[in-house]
């Protein structure tokens, strides 16, 4: 259901018992003959009643209901029972007089007793209900006197006072006792209640006078229109206004409740002791009548005095209790506050140490409010962002941020992100990484803990550097190892086709040529033979010539035959006449360099003179080794076009594998090989090995150059 239609049902509600009331008023007023109005009284009070006692009982499970609707629910409904009864009596048209059956009206004080004994203790404490109740009963009986020097008829027996007496108790107590409650706790629902009930009050009061005086014959419009009203009246106010928690009893919050209260109680007493007085004549009262008004009007005043002693000697008792409790607190409080300056101390001391340990801590701490403004930096802390202390307290974060020289986004979010980096005037960026935990207090605070993780982060780096150059090596390494083995295959299959197309196909002919020479001998033919013979020598002479080629592509002869330097001149003389470029040499040799070292050197130089005619454009080339003691070097330059040394694992991954070749021979022989290479500036290749090794692994061709 929702909120506008649980709103709207109450207010429905109220306007059906208004309509209810309404209705029955103006049939009341309607009714034209006095017999049928007496009839038409009793019988509306009576279903006015039973609709206002439904009406209430639907109330008692409604958030906010009265606290007193079962009670005033009974009260209605015996109102209800007793307009029945008189309905009835009028029905039959039997007079109604005063008789001892008068008394039955007292239990309407069973359910209206009920209701106030609910209210008095939810809203009362226990200290002032005993006053209050003792008040409330003063002015009960004050105004149940006066009502009845009001209804009793003068000269009235017995019976008649006793009637009288019913009326002006029932009515007294109904007013008094919801007077009380509406003053001390005025709320719309206690207000509404009162003057309900009060207007109940009046029609009783009218109504006993009338019954008294036997002239009630249920044809009274103010009185029957009340009482027609009373039960709608309550189930509206019961669902227009609800009731508010009780507040917890204690003492009252209006100052003018409790005067007021013991006022009325008294200015009643002897406004109801002067009645007596002055119309126990006229009312023509006896002297058994007015001694007993009197007697119970003044054990009223004599209780609210006993009250008030009581009261005062509690009063007087709870505060010399209170002062020997004060004394005792008092010297509790003493030792308290000796414990309290030893308590001190050691907070003192425990804050020293904790301040210390604050300024002391390698890591920097700074200390924030809910607001991120900073309200305390160890000198850790300054020291990383280089700011004093004095120019970041109380500022926000987002202000040092600011103020730090080399700090980025990062840094602004440190405290949320636990990352951030300030980046050095010098180079070297300051990396850093935050913890932060709350501090419960109030108001709240957090401690952010800053370290420096510069030192691992560089760490870190240059390990992920080193992990990934070592992939790229692993897969450059593996590419060439590849490469290599297809060249090493590539290399056997030209030497087995060289052999076959060549030498083995000479050698062949030759011995067929060799049979058809014996042939030609056996046959005489001499001559023939010879010629035979000798071209023969002449074929075996080339093949062994191509042989000799195919020898010095696996070891080139001038290497074999004069060493490496007149090899290396040689070679780059021919390069330089062949590529139509500017050639320097220049070689010293201190130490004698081993055979294997040498055909590495002179394979290096060849292949990167084969580098450099096929990409480099050069005008100019130089070639320079140098071996002492120790090492030799190799140096291969030119002018040419260059690269960029970022593509060298492109140009594996194409293929072009001459340096990774020359890179790898190198580095197994245990040497360095550095290639330096700018677009535009020409490239250097420098090799150096050691003479205490040797290359290992297969003899690199001039065709594995890129």
């Known amino acids: 259901m929702s909120d506008a239609s649980a709103l709207r049902r109450p207010r429905v509600a109220v306007l059906v018992l208004l ?12 009714t034209p003959t006095r017999h049928a109005k007496e009839l038409a009284g009793q019988g509306l009070v009576f279903v006015t009643s039973l609709i206002g006692c439904a009406a209430i009982m639907g109330t008692r499970k409604r958030e906010g209901a009265w606290r007193t609707a079962p009670y005033l629910a009974t009260a209605i409904a015996l109102l209800a029972l007793a307009s029945a009864a008189l309905f009835v009596l009028d029905l039959r048209e039997q007079p109604v007089k005063s008789g001892l059956f008068d008394l039955l009206f007292l239990l309407f004080l069973v359910p209206i007793l009920g209701a106030v004994h609910n209210e008095f203790v939810a809203h009362f404490s226990r200290e002032d209900r005993r006053e209050i109740a003792v008040d ?38 109904m007013f008094s006792a919801f007077g009380v409650l509406a003053l001390w706790a005025p709320s719309p629902a206690h207000l509404a209640q009162w003057v309900i009930l ?46 508010r928690a009780p507040r917890r009893p204690g003492p009252h919050p209006v100052r003018l409740a409790r005067p007021i209260l013991t006022s009325a109680s008294v200015i009643s007493a002897c406004a109801a002791l002067a009645a007596v007085a002055s119309l126990d004549e006229s009312r023509r009262l006896s002297d058994l009548q007015s001694g007993t008004l009197i007697a119970l009007l003044g054990l009223g005043v004599a209780a609210r005095i006993v009250a008030n002693q009581v009261r005062s000697t509690q009063a007087h008792s709870g505060a010399r209790h209170a002062l020997s409790e004060k004394e005792l607190a008092l010297s509790e409080a003493d030792m308290a506050l000796d414990r309290v300056r030893e308590t001190n101390e050691t907070l003192r001391q425990s804050e020293e140490h904790l301040r210390l340990v604050f300024e002391a801590a390698v890591d920097g701490i700074v200390e924030l409010d809910h607001r991120d403004v900073i309200l305390r930096a160890n000198d850790a802390f300054c020291g990383m962002v280089r700011i004093e202390r004095e120019s970041m307290e109380g500022h926000p974060w987002t202000a040092l941020a600011a103020s730090v020289g080399g700090s980025d986004d990062s840094f602004a979010s440190l405290p949320s992100t636990g990352q951030g980096t300030i980046q050095r005037p010098e180079g070297q960026p300051l990396y850093l990484e935050s913890r932060i935990s709350d501090v419960p207090m109030t108001p709240p605070r957090r401690l952010l803990l800053v370290r420096d ?49 060549g030498p083995v196909q000479g050698v062949s002919a030759a011995s067929l040529s060799l049979e058809a020479a014996l042939l030609m001998i056996d046959a005489g033919e001499i001559e023939r033979g010879i010629e035979v013979l000798t071209k023969i020598r002449k074929e075996l002479a080339s093949e062994a010539d191509g042989l000799r080629a195919l020898m010095s592509g696996l070891r080139p002869p001038l290497l074999e035959e004069r060493g490496l330097i007149p090899a290396l001149r040689e070679t780059l003389a021919r390069f330089g006449t062949d590529q139509g470029v500017d050639a320097r040499f220049s070689g010293v040799l201190g130490s004698e360099i081993p055979e294997d070292l040498e055909t590495l050197a002179y394979r290096v130089v060849q292949e990167a003179l084969s580098n450099a005619s096929k990409h480099a454009q050069a005008e100019h080339v130089t070639v320079s080794v140098e071996a002492d003691q120790s090492q030799l070097r190799l140096e291969v330059a030119d002018d040419g076009i260059g690269f960029d040394n970022g593509r060298a694992r492109e140009f594996l991954q194409m293929g072009r594998v001459g340096l990774a070749s020359m890179r790898e021979r190198v580095e197994l022989a245990s040497g360095t090989f550095v290639v330096r290479s700018l677009i535009g500036r020409g490239t250097t290749i420098v090799a150096t090995m050691p003479l205490d090794n040797t290359p290992v692994g297969r003899e690199l061709s001039v065709n594995d150059a890129t």
Not at 484 to 496: Q, Y
């Open 198 to 243: 009060a207007a109940a009050s009046a029609a009783t009061v009218a109504m006993g006078w009338e019954w008294t005086h036997g002239r009630f014959n249920g044809a009274f419009p103010a009185i029957d229109i009340t009482f027609m009203s009373v039960g709608p009246a309550l189930a509206a106010a019961m669902l227009l206004l609800p009731l």
């Open 453 to 501: 993780v510069t030192a691992g982060r560089i760490a870190d780096q240059t390990i992920r550097s080193l992990f990934k150059f070592l992939q790229d090596r692993d897969e450059d390494r593996t590419r060439l190892l590849r490469r290599t083995n297809s060249a090493i295959e590539a290399e056997r299959n030209r030497i087995a086709r060289d052999l076959h197309d």
């Open 19 to 30: 309509l209810v009331a309404g209705a029955a008023v103006a049939g009341y007023a309607l």
């Open 136 to 173: 409330a009963a003063l002015i009960a009986a004050s105004l149940a006197a006066i009502c009845y020097l009001f209804i009793r008829p003068p000269g009235a027996d017995g019976v008649g006072s006793l009637s009288a007496g019913t009326f002006a108790i029932l009515a007294a107590v």
